[in-house]
């Protein structure tokens, strides 16, 4: 079967630390991220949560973001894993088959991931970006 990008509404990247030295990392690098993007910040998750198998937050960004935060966090992730995925309707397959890793690849536990959203009757959630990043250096 073959999938359109259309089918893309956004994205998100999860940034997971481990301890608190990678925690003050990962913190460095949320500051980086919202001070440079128009992205939405996800509350800090201490404890694995969901499909995720160890502490992290997310950052929610929109399609035209892509092609500059990605290369970015490529250079810029401080040695912490990043997985990158889109939200289309299939969150299972999103998380499972389509995510792009940035350093390790981490199992993440799917069996909580919907198959299709619009099968139950629901929608992807709105993005509300910072609407003022300060830095525009990237």
Do not use: C
């Not at 259309?6 to 003050?24: C, K, L, M, N, Q």
């Not at 991220?33 to 929610?60: E, K, L, N, T």
């Not at 939200?87 to 991931?113: C, E, F, I, Q, Y």
């Amino acid at each position: 079967m073959t999938e359109t990008i259309r089918t893309i509404e956004s994205y998100h990247a999860h940034v997971y630390f481990d301890g608190p030295e990678a925690r003050e990392r990962a913190a460095i690098l949320r500051e980086a991220i919202g001070a440079r993007f128009r992205v939405q910040m996800g509350r800090w998750r201490d404890q694995p949560v969901g499909p995720h198998p160890m502490a992290m937050y997310q950052v929610a960004f929109e399609k035209d973001l892509f092609s500059t935060l990605v290369p970015w966090l490529m250079l810029n992730r401080q040695g912490l894993t990043i997985v990158v995925h889109p939200n289309t309707d299939r969150p299972k397959d999103d998380h499972l088959k389509h995510a792009l890793w940035l350093g390790a690849v981490l199992p993440l536990d799917g069996s909580m991931l919907e198959t299709s959203l619009a099968a139950l009757g629901r929608a992807q959630d709105e993005i509300v970006p910072n609407t003022a990043p300060t830095l525009m250096d990237i």
